[in-house]
């Protein structure tokens, strides 16, 4: 990349052959360019990685803790306080389908049994985003 990019700097005659080298005197001042480009890249991420990280914008930027971190425990917590509930089915679960607990209308799933819909069931655990629930047989 960085012969390529020397090379579209070179300033070439266009009636030579495409194949011929450029002289020295040609490359010496796109060569030059491409050096301190360089060279004032390497200096500027030096500088800014020493200056940037004490700086507030930084810390706006960068999370303090692990990534989710809140998202897992309001989940956890969620779904601590929804394990063993009973509701209703709305509809037919085949194994998937929806039921109502209280107020609260969720995405269920059972273990491969069908229930028809207006069954009881109890939320007995937890697939993904989908509570898993059992019918209940009285």
């Known amino acids: 990349m960085l012969w390529s990019v020397l090379m579209g700097l070179v300033d070439m005659d266009p009636s030579l052959p495409?194949?011929?080298?450029?002289?020295?005197?040609?490359?010496k001042y796109p060569l030059q360019v491409l050096l301190t480009a360089i060279a004032g890249s390497t200096l500027l991420m030096v500088i800014l990685s020493s200056v940037l990280p004490k700086t507030r914008l930084f810390h706006q930027l960068i999370s303090?803790?692990?990534?989710?971190?809140?998202?897992?425990?309001?989940r956890e917590k969620s779904e601590k306080d929804l394990l063993g509930l009973?509701?209703?089915?709305?509809?037919?679960?085949?194994p998937g389908g929806k039921a109502r607990f209280g107020d609260t209308i969720l995405d269920v799933v059972t273990n491969g049994t069908m229930v028809a819909a207006g069954a009881e069931v109890r939320v007995i655990g937890f697939s993904t985003s989908d509570?898993?629930?059992?019918?209940?047989?009285?």
């Open 131 to 138: 509570a898993v629930v059992e019918e209940i047989n009285y």
């Open 18 to 27: 495409v194949w011929q080298m450029p002289s020295y005197g040609q490359f």
């Open 64 to 74: 303090e803790t692990t990534s989710g971190d809140q998202g897992i425990l309001s």
């Open 86 to 94: 009973t509701g209703v089915t709305l509809s037919p679960l085949r």
